[in-house]
């Protein structure tokens, strides 16, 4: 797993082995040993070159081997090893040199790198910190400040700009093993000493404790909850102030700790589920690796509203010619200006010429005649898009494809009116579509395979996280996303205001409470559904609206917010107050409390103190259970599949894998009980009452995550 090779008469070349990345597995680390201990016994050997087989140095430890009981020998002694080696040690950086891997380049005594590489300590992304001496080194390399940045948020960093940082000596034009080897050659015979950062005194800067202090601030506020990026923090701190060896105590305290912390385990899991999610398959047992996709180079974006322009984008972005369609000649100029604006931002952030060439705007269907596929994003309406559908088929070609950007519609009501039901797929973006990651791919009743794997294929060009889902009322997301909201309203009729709900999410690690959200997104857009779904209508009591629709509870309250033209931040009114329409500052409203007040009085409810805990209890298990309902119906492929919807879609804490991880790390027997109580005390909401799949689990012993999918498959018959 590392191979040993003498070249240039007087260089051991050490070549990593493990592919894809040349992760530090047991077997990695026992090679790069063994080769190290060969090399500094050779008499011939006068200096070592480290490099990673398929120009790939190192993507950092082997994250599958966290899980188990690790064995082979350990990275840290590894290092020191390399580190107070008697011949110079050059490490030859391609491609990436992550984690474990730019520790173990950080111990030799001399980095390179080639233009292409980028490099990083993304750790703290894992739960975790660079614990194989990249907590103590880094600081001694670069200065407290910037390795407190690097550190704390795991961003990569461009070979050249690792060159103005301090982290390597060179970037090589070409080959940067051919460039290690010519600097190792001539730094042979050269004092080691000043190489080895262990033996360095941290870059000297003023106010140490205050900058620690202050980046102790930044990640709390950042990341809510989550321990990694605070232990960083610690660790740099102990850079700053202690001697190497004691520093290196305190990182692998920390270490401990956050190793054995569910939010690593939480992390990780989230980190293999993102990937996995790519490796898609339909119930009929058509997947990622036995499909061909279509190649997609030019494309069609009806509609430039909000969704529309972000597609736009991000399709042109990616290199791929978009022709951009409005029905109205001023939403057209506006559409166009909008678009163009955002590009050349873009362009500027990145010091390139935006790619305007590769846009068209038109009033005229007919210029979509060459597309290979054409997204469809205008108004939520589905009279609207059936006739969208309807004219597409009169002028496109007979095989390009047709995608919705729905959020929600029934896909096979739109492929039905169209002469291409196998070509009708549902690409879901979330807004804004040019910033968020995810992607739902919604493959309905007569979706070809090949039109999912293109779809799929097209989300991940426009670098989207991508997960198929099945076809049915909000998909995956907002299915899921509804029967949260309702919990969150009820629990405000029930005693609960806007600000304890948020706060208590916010703490649970959301990034913004349910009704900042909502306020966020415009509360309109739910009363437009509510009214198409029949849930509003006429015969509704405009005084005292009931609170019982469709044979189960119902909530009010958001509709008669927007009968007073709270719409949220757009109308500078909503769940909460803001300065003027458009601002983003929420304030608490004692028009709303007194809103609140008077409605449970309407209505004869006490209201009674809600905790935190149930406020999370009924939010987060309510998801879970409607994610349980999902697998059974197999809208989803697999638990990792739904929590990645809510890590990239819905701001679910990442430190907490996704709702249904979450439900696995509290135990299922405990979200089934939690449930039962609930629905025992709200016999009204049947989203409560537990579904057929979880109590099953329960029964069989509440099997691991990892496992539930086999489990399902067997399951199924049963159910
Ligand atoms: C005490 C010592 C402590 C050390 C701490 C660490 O080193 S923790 C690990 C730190 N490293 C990372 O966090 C890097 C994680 N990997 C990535 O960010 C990316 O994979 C990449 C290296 C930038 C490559 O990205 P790309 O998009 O090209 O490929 P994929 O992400 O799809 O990955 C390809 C497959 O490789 C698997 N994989 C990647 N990194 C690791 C790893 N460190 N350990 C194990 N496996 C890894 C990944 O899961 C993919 O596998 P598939 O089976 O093909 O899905």
Same mark, same amino acid.
């Given at each position: ?33 063994? @080769?190290? @201990? ?98 103590? +080194? ?49 730094? $042979? ?86 990937? !996995? ?12 690796? !036995?499909?061909?996709? +279509? ?6 974006? $009806? ?11 991000? =399709? ?54 060459d597309v290979d596929l054409v997204i469809e994003a205008v108004f939520e309406d589905m009279n609207l898009k059936k006739r969208v559908f309807s004219?597409?088929?009169?002028? =496109?070609?007979?095989? @390009? ?36 990651? =995810? ?31 099945? !076809? ?41 409470? $349910? ?34 629709? =469709?044979? +189960? ?82 809208i989803a492929a697999s638990p990792e599949d739904i929590d990645v919807i809510y890590l990239f879609g819905y701001g679910w804490p990442r430190h ?17 009980e939690k449930l039962e109580h609930y629905h025992r005390i709200h016999p009204d909401v049947p989203s409560l009452e537990p579904s057929r799949l ?19 498959? !067997?399951? +199924?018959?049963?159910?």
């Amino acid at each position: 797993m590392a191979r040993y090779a003498r070249v240039k008469g007087s260089i051991a070349l050490i070549t990593l082995t493990n592919p894809p990345v040349n992760a530090l597995s047991a077997a990695v680390r026992r090679g790069i040993m063994e @080769s190290v @201990s060969r090399a500094l016994k050779d008499e011939q050997v006068k200096a070592v070159v480290f490099c990673g087989e398929n120009e790939k140095f190192c993507g950092g430890a082997d994250i599958k081997e966290f899980s188990g009981s690790m064995s082979g020998p350990p990275l840290v002694p590894l290092i020191h090893s390399i580190e107070a080696g008697e011949k110079p040690m050059v490490a030859a950086i391609e491609g990436v040199a992550l984690g474990g891997g730019l520790e173990l380049a950080l111990g030799c005594h001399y980095r390179v790198a080639n233009t292409k590489a980028c490099l990083g300590l993304p750790e703290v992304t894992l739960g975790l910190l660079p614990a194989a001496g990249g907590t103590q +080194r880094l600081p001694r390399l670069i200065g407290i400040p910037a390795a407190l940045e690097l550190i704390t948020t795991g961003r990569h960093v461009s070979a050249q700009e690792a060159l103005q940082l301090g982290i390597v000596d060179q970037v090589a034009q070409g080959s940067a093993v051919q460039a290690a080897m010519e600097l190792a050659l001539s730094v $042979i015979g050269q004092p080691l000493n000043p190489r080895r950062l262990s033996l360095r005194a941290p870059v000297w800067a003023p106010d140490v404790d205050g900058v620690c202090d202050a980046a102790l601030a930044q990640v709390k506020q950042r990341s809510r909850g989550a321990m990694a990026p605070v232990a960083c923090v610690q660790a740099v701190r102990a850079a700053a102030m202690l001697p190497y060896s004691k520093g290196m105590e305190r990182e692998r305290q920390l270490m401990d700790t956050l190793f054995r912390s569910g939010q690593a385990q939480a992390m990780q899991y989230a980190f293999f589920a993102q990937r !996995n999610a790519g490796k898609w398959s339909l119930p009929n047992g058509s997947q990622w690796n !036995n499909t061909r996709a +279509r190649d997609v180079q030019r494309a069609g974006v $009806i509609g430039l509203g909000t969704m529309g322009r972000g597609i736009a984008v991000s =399709l042109v972005k990616a290199g791929i010619s978009v022709v951009a369609i409005e029905t109205d000649a001023k939403q057209l100029e506006s559409g166009k200006k909008a678009v163009t604006a955002m590009l050349q931002r873009d362009a500027q952030r990145r010091g390139v010429s935006p790619p305007l060439h590769l846009l068209t705007f038109t009033l005229s269907f007919h210029q979509l005649r060459d597309v290979d596929l054409v997204i469809e994003a205008v108004f939520e309406d589905m009279n609207l898009k059936k006739r969208v559908f309807s004219d597409l088929c009169k002028v =496109l070609r007979a095989n @390009s494809l047709i995608c919705t950007n729905t959020s929600g519609l029934n896909v096979d009501e739109l492929a039905a009116v169209t002469d291409r039901q196998p070509l009708v797929v549902g690409m879901h973006f979330f807004a804004p579509a040019h910033v968020m990651k =995810l992607l739902e791919v919604v493959y309905g009743a007569r979706s070809s395979p090949e039109a999912v794997a293109t779809a799929m294929a097209l989300g991940k060009r426009i670098e989207k996280v991508c997960v198929a889902v099945g !076809n049915c009322s909000g998909f995956v997301g907002n299915r899921m996303l509804k029967l949260y909201l309702d919990q969150s309203v009820y629990m405000l009729e029930e005693g609960a205001t806007p600000e304890q709900v948020d706060q208590a999410l916010e703490e649970f690690g959301f990034a913004m409470g $349910i009704f900042k959200v909502s306020d966020l997104s415009g509360l309109d857009v739910g009363w437009r559904v509510r009214k198409a779904s029949g849930l509003i209508g006429p015969d509704v009591d405009p005084v005292k609206p009931s609170r019982w629709r =469709l044979g +189960r509870r119902y909530c009010p309250l958001p509709d008669m917010l927007c009968q007073q033209g709270r719409f949220g931040q757009k109308t500078g009114r909503g769940w909460y107050l803001y300065d003027s329409p458009g601002s983003k500052e929420a304030k608490s409203d004692p028009e709303i409390q007194t809103f609140l007040e008077d409605y449970r009085r309407k209505y004869g409810i006490i209201p009674r103190r809600i905790t935190s805990q149930e406020v999370i209890e009924r939010c987060a298990f309510a998801l879970a259970n409607e994610g349980f309902r999902i697998l059974e119906d197999r809208i989803a492929a697999s638990p990792e599949d739904i929590d990645v919807i809510y890590l990239f879609g819905y701001g679910w804490p990442r430190h907490r894998g996704g709702p249904m991880f979450y439900a696995s790390q509290v135990g299922l027997s405990v979200v089934l009980e939690k449930l039962e109580h609930y629905h025992r005390i709200h016999p009204d909401v049947p989203s409560l009452e537990p579904s057929r799949l979880l109590r099953r689990l329960v029964a069989e012993g509440s099997p691991p995550i990892q496992q539930w999918k086999s489990h399902i498959k !067997n399951l +199924r018959s049963h159910l």
